[in-house]
């Protein structure tokens, strides 16, 4: 008799239980997929290739070369695949056409310096795909791919060179800065760790000197001095101790905020 009372009484629990699953279908699927939506997120480049030319001491080879998420790789018509993972790239230029990489590895044949390897691109490398491979490989690189329609404070400026110069615009983003110009490669995307330090003499000139390049501005409109301190703001911070936080003091006499940091 009580084995009766209990089932009566167990047994609407046990409809309710199942009704309320019933409403969550997906639950299950949502755990399932957790892993692979992980290992996606962390996928950041998005793959993109392109029939090349990799250039040599005497001629140069036809192949294709992509990049993803694993690096970057040569695939030739014929021989054996080249392959660079993010980590082996200790720099590298990249232009719309062409691409350097610059690696931790000996020269052959006994020859000085390291290995270098440039390619001539048939296609022109989207500014998405160049700032996702500058983020990767973290390291401070020359990026002459900027994206256009970035969104952020227009300063019209006149890069100098030493065969005259190229107009353009400097655009100072969320993440860095770009210099857009329609004169061939000297475009430019800057990540604040890209960066070392800039120095204005004058509300009209502006010097960045990055890590792996240098450029003087003449300024068409002058830059207000509370951009030029947000500037250096944001690069003194994101030049910091890798996975500290703290911030690297930079040499004494580099003007911060209008005042020689080191100095204090």
């Known amino acids: 008799m009580n084995r009766i009372r209990l089932k009566w009484r167990v047994l609407p629990a046990l409809v309710l239980f199942a009704s309320l699953c019933s409403f969550l279908p997906g639950a299950g699927a949502e755990t399932a997929q957790d892993p692979q939506q992980t290992a996606g997120a962390e996928q950041t480049i998005v793959p993109w290739q392109s029939p090349t030319k990799l250039r040599r001491m005497v001629g140069s080879e036809k192949g294709d070369v992509v990049l ?6 040569f695939r030739p018509r014929r021989g054996h695949t080249l392959h660079w993972s993010l980590l082996d790239i200790q720099t590298f230029f990249l232009s719309p056409h062409s691409l350097t990489i610059k690696t931790y590895q000996d020269r052959k044949k006994h020859l000085p310096g390291i290995e270098q390897f440039r390619f001539h691109l048939d296609r022109a490398v989207p500014p998405e795909v160049a700032a996702e491979l500058a983020g990767e490989v973290q390291r401070p690189s020359q990026n002459a791919v900027p994206n256009p ?12 060179t030493r065969i005259g110069g190229t107009n353009g615009e400097l655009r100072f983003r969320e993440g860095g800065i770009d210099y857009v110009t329609r004169a061939g490669t000297d475009s430019r995307s800057w990540r604040w760790t890209d960066l070392q330090t800039v120095s204005q003499p004058d509300p009209y000139h502006l010097f960045v000197f990055g890590y792996r390049d240098t ?3 003449d300024l068409k409109k002058p830059l207000p001095r509370s951009l030029f301190n947000h500037v250096t703001d944001e690069i003194w911070t994101h030049n910091g101790s890798e996975g500290s936080g703290d911030p690297v003091a930079p040499t004494p006499g580099t003007m911060v905020n209008g005042r020689r940091r080191g100095d204090e």
């Open 68 to 73: 993803d998420v694993h690096g970057i790789e």
């Open 149 to 160: 329609s970035t969104q952020g404070i227009v300063v019209p400026a006149h890069h100098r």
């Open 215 to 217: 450029y003087t501005f």
